[in-house]
Antibody
Framework: EVQLVESGGGLVQPGRSLRLSCAAS????????MHWVRQAPGKGLEWVSGISWNSGSIGYADSVKGRFTISRDNAKNSLYLQMNSLRAEDTALYYC??????????????WGQGTLVTVSS | DIQMTQSPSSVSASVGDRVTITCRAS??????LAWYQQKPGKAPKLLIY???SLQSGVPSRFSGSGSGTDFTLTISSLQPEDFATYYCQQANSFPGTFGPGTKVDIK
């Protein structure tokens, strides 16, 4: 059974940093692209970032480019999102999602339960 | 970026009803479209990809059609567990954008 478990969310002040993690199991992690997708409270879905199986190809939404960094550790079956210079508009539930192919534009066939990031002073 | 719109924004229906949701892309996306179901407090779930391919484990009452700019998701006979919000998403060009969602609730 595919499982994706996010962690690392919390309350953070504007301008500060946070690192999210996603632990994957139930599939061959290093065969697939992985993604972060977020959902602001009461709002729709927004793709944030994706990374290819070997970290050779990475993509970011314009809204986070230059502030967020995605990475993965295939030996640990883990995905990460380093979030710097956080803004109030980054407040959202952040989902880790398994991709089917392309790290920059993809379908998401499994999702974690999300970790909540709240940016507020 | 490609803009995705959905109609209606909400629909009230009864168990057993046939429900159709429409998604439109601001430019042609061939068949690079997915549909997701999201229940309150839960993560989205992939239902349909490539416009009409049913994801493994998804009941056959769900079907998708369309290509280019216009797409539909049809639930042939609505079941109690189908009351949820449905999102379309294009996977044709960066960044993969989502529609605003269609809420299906109980009539």
């Amino acid at each position: 059974e595919v499982q994706l478990v996010e962690s690392g969310g919390g309350l953070v002040q504007p301008g500060r940093s946070l690192r999210l993690s996603c632990a994957a199991s139930g599939f061959t992690f290093d065969d697939y692209a992985m993604h972060w997708v977020r959902q602001a409270p009461g709002k729709g879905l927004e793709w944030v970032s994706g990374i290819s199986w070997n970290s050779g190809s990475i993509g970011y939404a314009d809204s986070v480019k230059g502030r967020f960094t995605i990475s993965r550790d295939n030996a640990k079956n883990s995905l990460y999102l380093q979030m710097n210079s956080l803004r109030a508009e980054d407040t959202a539930l952040y989902y880790c999602a398994k991709g089917r192919g392309d790290p920059t534009v993809d379908y998401f066939d499994y999702w974690g339960q999300g970790t909540l990031v709240t940016v507020s002073s | 970026d490609i803009q995705m719109t959905q109609s209606p924004s909400s629909v009230s229906a009864s168990v057993g009803d046939r429900v159709t949701i429409t998604c439109r892309a601001s430019q042609g996306i061939s068949s690079w479209l997915a549909w997701y179901q999201q229940k309150p407090g839960k993560a989205p779930k992939l239902l349909i990809y490539a416009a009409s391919s049913l994801q493994s484990g998804v009941p056959s009452r769900f079907s998708g059609s369309g290509s280019g700019t216009d797409f539909t998701l049809t639930i042939s006979s609505l079941q109690p567990e189908d009351f949820a919000t449905y999102y379309c998403q294009q996977a044709n060009s960066f960044p993969g954008t989502f529609g605003p969602g269609t809420k299906v609730d109980i009539k």
